[in-house]
């Protein structure tokens, strides 16, 4: 079976502590993405990867940093961490589809890292 | 990046087919449209996708309007286990960034 692995399913911090959120994939996929999710607000798009040392931001990048050192993993830091980063993190992979360019390929997830800053 | 509209909610009876509807009227010629469900306590999982023709798997059907303007991810028999947020996501097919709105919550009631 294809997986997405994020590190901690449940996470607890205080406000100013660096946070590592750690996700692997199994695929050999080129596109890994960080998504939050918050109630009423769907999932937001805060970094996305399309290749080992290459990132992007997404929608909410303010207060996260990325990292993709191998192709398999990606991780999402934030600096110092704030209560207004209490969320549930989502990581995901892709790759384009099979026999094309185009990246239509389906989006895996993984189980999702809920964080909650004290 | 082109929006969709959903219903916020919607609920149907188990063993009863569930016809979802999204809206997407600024859809551009090379927007891929795909579903994507998310279960209580998962991470989104894919459903379906398609571009002009209506496509069938093993999970749903995917009605696309002649104009493309609006699609409906179609459940046959539902069952409990189908309730979830759904969510319809216009793909660009040269883009990589798929962008999540609120979805359809899908009650199915025994």
């Known amino acids: 079976d294809v997986k997405v692995t994020q590190s901690s399913r449940y996470l607890v911090k205080r406000t100013g502590e660096k946070v590592f959120l750690e996700c692997v994939q199994d695929?050999?996929?080129?596109?890994m993405f960080w998504y939050r999710q918050d109630p009423g607000l769907g999932l937001r798009l805060i970094y996305f990867s399309y290749d080992v040392k290459m990132k992007e931001k997404g929608d909410i990048p303010e207060g996260y940093s990325v990292s993709r050192e191998k192709k398999e993993r990606f991780s999402l830091i934030l600096e110092s961490a704030s209560t207004n980063q209490t969320s549930m993190y989502l990581c995901?992979?892709?790759?384009?589809?099979?026999?094309?360019?185009?990246?239509?390929?389906?989006?895996?997830f993984g189980e999702g890292s809920r964080l909650t800053v004290l | 990046d082109a929006k969709t509209t959903q219903p916020n909610s919607m609920e149907s009876n188990e063993e009863e087919p569930v016809h979802l509807p999204c809206n997407h009227s600024?859809?551009?010629?090379?927007?891929?449209i795909h579903w994507y469900r998310q279960l209580p306590s998962q991470g989104p999982e894919y459903v379906i996708h398609?571009?002009?023709s209506n496509v069938n798997n093993r999970m749903a059907s995917l009605a696309i309007a002649e104009d493309r303007k609006s699609s409906t991810l179609i459940l046959h028999r539902a069952t409990l286990r189908d309730a979830a947020v759904y969510y319809c996501?216009?793909?660009?097919?040269?883009?990589?960034?798929?962008?999540f709105g609120p979805g359809t919550r899908l009650s199915v009631l025994p």
């Open positions: 996501i216009l793909m660009a097919g040269y883009g990589q960034n798929f962008v």
């Open positions: 695929m050999d996929h080129e596109n």
């Open positions: 398609g571009l002009t």
């Open positions: 995901a992979s892709s790759s384009p589809a099979r026999g094309t360019n185009i990246y239509t390929g389906e989006l895996f």
């Open positions: 600024t859809i551009s010629g090379t927007d891929y």
